[in-house]
């Protein structure tokens, strides 16, 4: 914080921490971010009362700085969303040159994770909601993953629900269809029953 490079922003609900050469990146997301989350508070039927941190990691040691010692983040994380402590961390798209990450893309998701998270305490959340809300929230499909999903109908591979969860554990072509249907499931859920009723839904999960 003694840094004179390290810029630091407050807002309604956020507290911005990021270096001056990121600031082109994290304009965008500020801009944005008060929209954000009313907008995933709303879908959720929550929203919490305590401001969010946000770091835009400057190096991969800016990036590990909350993990456990010994447990670093994957070279593939661009974010990840620490609950317990109210605060997200962002790699600096100047960490993943040659990649197509979309800083606002990540805060949007990481976002997700948080919000949902408070409305469900200590409570777990299951997977596919926490992953497959996070994916709607920022907009994270595309055409070709119709079909994807298309193709895993008419061959018979979908995931059942009971074990939706536990192929987030798989590798390959098994994780990227649980995050598929994750996302078709709550994009089903909304556009089928709505908003109040899925807010219901989550609430009595979160219970």
């Known amino acids: ?119 469900f305490g200590r409570h777990p959340i299951p997977r596919w909601l926490n992953e497959g809300l996070a994916m709607y929230e920022a907009y994270e499909w595309h055409p070709s993953q119709d079909l994807l999903m298309a193709r895993a109908v008419l061959s018979g591979q979908l995931i059942s629900l009971d074990q939706l969860t536990q192929a987030f554990g798989g590798e390959g072509l098994e994780i990227q269809q649980a995050y598929l249907q994750s996302y078709s499931l709550v994009n089903y859920l909304i556009s089928t029953y709505g908003r109040e009723d899925f807010h219901s839904f989550v609430l009595r999960l979160a219970q």
Do not use: C
């Open 1 to 119: 914080e003694s840094n004179p490079s390290v810029i630091q922003v407050s807002s309604r609900y956020f507290f911005f921490r990021f270096h001056e050469q990121d600031r082109f990146y994290m304009d965008r997301i500020i801009g944005r971010s008060e929209a954000l989350y009313e907008k995933i508070a709303q879908d959720i039927g929550f929203a919490p009362t305590e401001p969010i941190e946000v770091i835009m990691a400057f190096t991969e040691e800016e990036f590990n700085q909350f993990q456990q010692k010994g447990d670093p983040l994957p070279q593939w994380a661009v974010g990840v969303a620490y609950p317990a402590l109210n605060l997200m961390v962002i790699r600096s798209p100047r960490l993943v040159a040659g990649t197509q990450e979309n800083p606002l893309k990540t805060f949007t998701h990481e976002l997700s994770h948080l919000i949902l998270a408070r409305q």
